[in-house]
């Protein structure tokens, strides 16, 4: 029980911080930056239910797997995410990136509902993988913004975000069933299947 509380704690706090580390930005920033970039890059990855699932999955994931993985695993996402980006704005192609956004789905979904637990090199592996396929569909669009720079941490605060929101369900395993997570993942999974199916 004291786990939970603990958790919870630092879930607030992380987010708490992140109000408080990107609020300066907006203070130096005027309304047309904002809603051109900061809010463009906010609203791009919680749009889209593509990136919506595979980004809770993230936490979720790091949240079955543990400790490190509970924040190493969404540490490692935006970071990578962040170079997928800037290959997205340097107009590097990269075959497949709707495929492999909806893969990310499919994968991470079903790595929550069996429950995987891989050595963390390889979760961090899978996980950045995906991230540059995320991150390239942002980063394409960067270059429109009106304002980079606040459009780069409005989606990365959306992704922690979305990060937490799945590290926050994955925790009530202490608290209900971890068949309830499980069944996220397989919501997630069969979401991500939809998109690849474009059934969705």
Do not use: C
Not at 2 to 19: D, P, Y
Request: aromatic share 10%; charged share 5%; hydrophobic share 60%.
């Amino acid at each position: 029980m004291n786990t939970i509380k603990f958790e919870h704690k630092t879930i607030i706090t992380g987010i708490l911080l992140l109000l408080i580390i990107f609020e300066p930005a907006f203070a130096h920033s005027d309304v047309a930056s904002l809603q051109g970039g900061f809010l463009n890059g906010f609203m791009h990855p919680i749009s889209g239910l593509d990136h919506v699932v595979a980004m809770v999955a993230v936490g979720l994931w790091g949240a079955f797997l543990g400790r490190p993985a509970i924040w190493i695993l969404p540490i490692v996402f935006p970071l990578v995410m962040a170079f997928g980006g800037a290959l997205g704005v340097a107009g590097v192609p990269i075959p497949f990136i709707e495929t492999g956004i909806a893969l990310s789905g499919v994968v991470l979904g079903l790595a929550v509902l069996f429950v995987v637990k891989p050595p963390m090199w390889i979760a961090a592996l899978i996980v950045g993988a995906f991230a540059i396929f995320h991150g390239h569909a942002h980063g394409t669009e960067l270059p429109n913004a009106a304002n980079p720079l606040i459009y780069s941490i409005g989606f990365v605060i959306a992704t922690g975000l979305l990060h937490l929101a799945g590290i926050a369900i994955g925790e009530l395993k202490h608290i209900y069933s971890g068949w309830i997570v499980r069944a996220g993942g397989a919501i997630v999974a069969l979401i991500g299947l939809g998109f690849l199916t474009h059934i969705l």
